[in-house]
């Protein structure tokens, strides 16, 4: 039914991790939810299959299996879930062209607010030939607590004409320790896991604001 895309042609911006974090979260809320990685590095779908709960996933990477096969799919299933592949290619495109909400993930770095700017490009180009579809946001990601770029990048990006989300996702080693711990941060101990996964329950509360039938009860995932 929702289509929700995490894409942005940059690599390291937390795409996958937001994606498997965002599909587990769904999944325990017992949405009816399917993550499609459409990245060639497959590791949304890798980090999928060594978690203990059966969140389904579908890798599909052609630019035409996924114009074709996400519609299917959002017939299928209340969420689809798309991990948006490096760059900005036809796949990028397509994938745009079969979601409802576009996130764009976006380090607060000045090299990488430029490139949240190309796929905001992009999807404008999309949303012309569809009256406006996707919607699009973005977050900053990885920030790193006590710099000031994330202010600045919070600045720069609330002009660039896209709606910025209040929550901010910082840089955390138990967030990048997740996929070698076949985990999720709800899986893991200790307080920095605690409060990375308040904020990633945040992000996701906000995102289901932007949906249709958006739960407000949501319960996070239990420890
Ligand atoms: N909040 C975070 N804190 C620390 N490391 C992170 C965080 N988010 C992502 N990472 C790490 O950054 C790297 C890139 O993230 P990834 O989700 O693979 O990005 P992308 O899919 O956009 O290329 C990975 O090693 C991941 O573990
Ligand atoms: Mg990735």
Redesign the pocket.
Known sequence: MSVVAFV?QK????????SVHFAYWLFHQQRKVILVDA?AQR?SSIWLETLEDPVPFEVIQSAEDLLAKIPQLADRYDYVVV?GP?GLSDATKNILFGSDLAVI?CQPTGVDLRSAADAIALIRQVQADREERPQATIFV??AVKGTRLKDEAMAVLNNIGVPILNTV?????T??DT?GQAATVWELLGKASVE?ADEFDQLFREIMTLLPRSSQSAASPKK
């Open positions: 942005n690599g390291g911006c937390a795409k996958s991790t937001t990245d590791s991990d490096a993930p990601s990885r996702i910082h840089q955390r080693q967030v990048a996929f990375a």
